[in-house]
Every structure is written in C-alpha cells, then in structure tokens.
C-alpha cells in the first residue's frame, strides 16, 4: 500500500489515549444522542393522525403513554396490545473522507445503516371507584440500531450503534368533574446500549514508534488502515421518572390536552472490550488503553411536555393538533469514567430544544370504519457542525394514514402507516483517532403499526 502522507507521530500513552477517546467516549455518547430518534409509536392511532392531539384525543388506552388524565373517559377494564414495524433508511455518499493518518480512507459507502425494529407496547386499564382509574403500560420511548458494512470508509467513527429502553409505566387518573380530568404516573425504564467501531492499529502502531515503526510494524502488516481491529461498549441501567397531564373538556365537542413527562437518569454501567488483530506488537497488545475493562456513563433522557387539541366538527369529522416540546439542550455534555485507570474523557455537545407540530384529520365514516389523515413537522436537534455516523438525523417531515375497525362495540383493530421524509444531512466531522468524515446522508423512514383493543 502507497501512503501520500506521513502519519502522525505520538507516544504510546498518546496514541493510546486519543483512540479510547475516539472509540469509547464518542461511541458512547452518540448512541446518547440516538434517543433524539424518540420513538412514539405508542398506538397505531397516533400513527396514523402523525401524533396530532396525543395528549385530547384519549380514544383509546393508549393515554396511558400520551396524557394519564385521558383514562378518565373511559369505564370498565380495557387491554390493548400494539406492534410497530419501523425501517429507517440512512444512506452516506463519500466525499473526501481522510484518515488520522491524513491518508484518504479505504472502502466503500456502507450500505444502508438503517434496519426493520420491531417495537410492542401494552396497556391494561381498570376502575378503582367511579371517579378513580388505574392504567398500566408497556413501551419503547427512546431506540435506534444503525449497522454499516464492516469495511466502510468511515468504519473508524461507526460500525453498530444499538440502543434499546423498556419502560414500565403505571398511571392514575381522577375525574373532578364533567369538564376537568387529572392524572399521573410513574416510570421504571430500563435502557441497554452496545456500541462498536473499528480501531486503526496500523495508524496506531506507525504512530507510537515513529523511526522504528517501519521495522517494528512492517513485518506484521501493521500500515495505516490494513489491520484494523474492533472495540465494543455496552451498558445498562434502571432510572426512574414521572409523568402528569390534565384533560379539560371546555364542550361536549372540545378537548384540550396537557401532558408532561419527566427527565429520567441513567448511570450506564458495563464493559468496554478489544477485539485486536494477531501478531500485534507487544507493547500495543499490553497497553491498559486496549485491554478489557470496565466502563461507566452518565446520560439523562429528556423531559418533553405537549399540548393538543380535539375538535368534533360534526358527527362524521374530527380534527386535532398537536404542539410538543423537548429539552434537548440537556446535552452539553459527556463524561465517560474507566475502570482500568485510564482518564475520564469528556465530550462536548451543543443539542438543541426541539418542537414538532402536527394536525390530523379523521372521517367516521359508520359505526364500524374510521379513516385517519396526518402531517407533522419534526426538527432535529441536532446542528449540522455535530451530525455523525452515529446520528446522521436531519429536519423531518411526516405524512400519515391509518383507519380503525370496530368488528363489535367492545373491540377494535388500528392500523396506522406513516413515511418520514427527512433532509439530506451534510457531514464534516473530524473525531481525534478516527479521521475525518466527509460526505452526505440520504434518510427515510417508514413506520406501519397495528393494534388491537378490548373492553371487558
């Protein structure tokens, strides 16, 4: 292999540290920031009305998620169980991408990232007393798996990204009057994280031996970008949060919604471990830096807190709106702690506060079929300057349909399709022992959910 550029010169412990900065801290905290992919799909209604009127529409069992005060509408024991399909799409094109070495990358544009996820949610719904109604449910509030082909060009910010949350969430509504509903819940939510990019111990090897390196890593192949190895971090955690809303219903038409949901707290803990190539030399295959060890992350899932609208027009049409806002700005920054007595590195972030409008309309058209139309627009938080491999996320765009089907007054069956247009997103990211990554992102997104709902 030709080299254009001299590689970079380091001490071990440097080039050491700069790669476990690279690999654990930034891995980490991009697979954070993959909860700025929230995930809502709750019910396959709200699917299909593109999350207009989430907090009002209180249509189902699904407030549980969406406004606990909603479940002050409904009477009896109610279950429902709800299947989301999502498939993102995210495609790079290179344009100039360069190694650490300064060299310009190998290998190509790393297929499509994005992969099917399947997403459940669950709810079941009781009376306690004519005023008081306890609900409990099951859902995936935050997640995103990206996976690039092994030997893409930038495999040394990204391979796999795999970020999972199961929260538990029981509720209590109280109805104080016709026109006045109130509820509130808590939250027990488990997150799982496991992340994965590849290590250049070739870059590495040239650059910690510097004169030597030609004698040293020659006979072992040990050239910038040929022989590569792979770090992985995975954690978990429980954290725990609240939620509040309250149902107003001002006419027999009318409903306004407002719903707040806490910010939960994590302190990840798991294992960061090397995979490292045969015949590496000893004094890289010995490093602390490279051996297995413990590792530990804090990170805070945002608070959110909507506002939406119900309105019957007549008895065939129904429009509804939705204004949502989330804290992103959390964000500012990472701290990633190892065990094995290396430096906490620290990560500076710069998210943004989003909000994301929506309206939907729906046409009943008989007592069996209902039929839903939606559009959203849904901004990133992220800032172009930040976008990564990880989080190539861009301004998004929702277009809706769904309809429901009453086979009887005690049962129904949602379905709910959405396509998510997003917008090229730029990239020109330089990561200390990674290079930089230069091109574009082509992203999409289409959800189909289903649910069905019973009374008992």
């Known amino acids: ?54 907090a009002a529409a209180a249509e189902d069992i699904g407030t549980i998620y969406y406004n606990p005060a909603g479940l002050a509408r409904m009477s009896g024991k109610q279950f429902m169980v709800v299947g989301s399909a999502i498939r993102p799409s995210s495609k790079f094109s290179n344009s100039g991408s360069i190694s650490a070495a300064g ?9 499509d990232a994005g992969g099917l996820a399947l997403v459940p949610a669950m709810y079941f719904a009781m009376d306690l007393t004519p005023r008081l109604r306890f609900g409990i449910g099951l859902q995936s509030p935050f ?7 092994a030997g893409w ?42 992340l994965s990019k ?7 090897c040239f650059g910690t031996f510097g004169a030597g390196a030609a004698a040293i890593c020659g006979p072992g192949g040990f050239l910038p970008q040929a022989r590569d190895g792979v770090a992985t971090v995975k954690g978990d955690d429980w954290g725990f949060g609240f939620n509040l809303g309250i149902l107003l219903t001002p006419t027999e ?42 590792a530990s992350a804090d ?33 500012e920054e990472l701290r990633v702690r190892f065990a094995n007595g290396a430096a906490d590195s620290v990560t500076p972030e710069r998210w943004r506060n989003t909000v994301r409008y929506s309206v939907a309309t729906n046409y009943r058209y008989n007592d069996a079929w209902k039929v839903r139309l939606g559009v959203a627009y ?25 309809a429901q089907f009453k086979p009887s007054p005690q049962e129904a069956w949602d379905i709910g399709y959405a396509h998510i247009f997003i917008k090229d997103g730029p990239i020109n990211k330089t990561e200390a022992g990674a290079g930089r990554q230069t091109g574009n992102y082509k992203n999409k997104v289409d959800i189909l959910s289903v649910q069905y709902s019973r009374s008992f």
């Open 378 to 402: 849904d901004p990133t938080p992220l800032k172009d300057e930040f976008r990564t491999a990880r989080v190539p996320d861009a301004d998004r765009t929702w277009l809706s349909l769904g």
């Open 299 to 331: 990170l805070t899932l945002p608070e959110s807190l909507s506002l939406s609208g119900h309105m019957e027009i007549d008895p065939k049409w129904t429009v509804m709106g939705d204004i949502s806002w989330m804290r992103w700005s959390r964000f």
């Open 103 to 111: 060299t310009p990358m190998t290998g190509g544009n790393g297929g």
């Open 198 to 204: 590849a290590i250049d111990f070739g870059s590495i």
């Open 143 to 149: 997640g995103l798996k990206t996976e690039y082909d």
């Open 253 to 294: 038409s009318t409903r306004i919604g407002i719903a707040y949901r806490s910010q939960i707290r994590h302190t990840l803990s798991g294992q960061a471990t090397y995979d490292k190539p045969a015949g590496l030399p000893a004094p890289l295959a010995a490093s602390a830096t490279f051996t297995n060890t413990a």
């Open 1 to 54: 292999m030709k080299h254009t550029s001299r590689p970079v010169r380091c001490s071990l412990q440097k080039c050491a540290a700069l790669s476990l900065f690279s690999i654990a801290t930034l891995s980490l905290s991009n697979a954070v920031y993959a909860s700025g992919f929230s995930l809502n799909e709750m019910s396959a209604a709200s699917v299909g009305n593109a999350l207009a009127g989430g």
């Open 153 to 194: 060009s930038g495999r040394y910010h990204a391979l796999t990204s795999d970020m999972k949350t199961i929260n538990i969430n029981p509720s209590l509504s109280y109805k104080l009057n016709d026109k006045v509903a109130l509820g509130a819940g808590i939250s027990a939510q488990y997150v799982d994280v496991k």
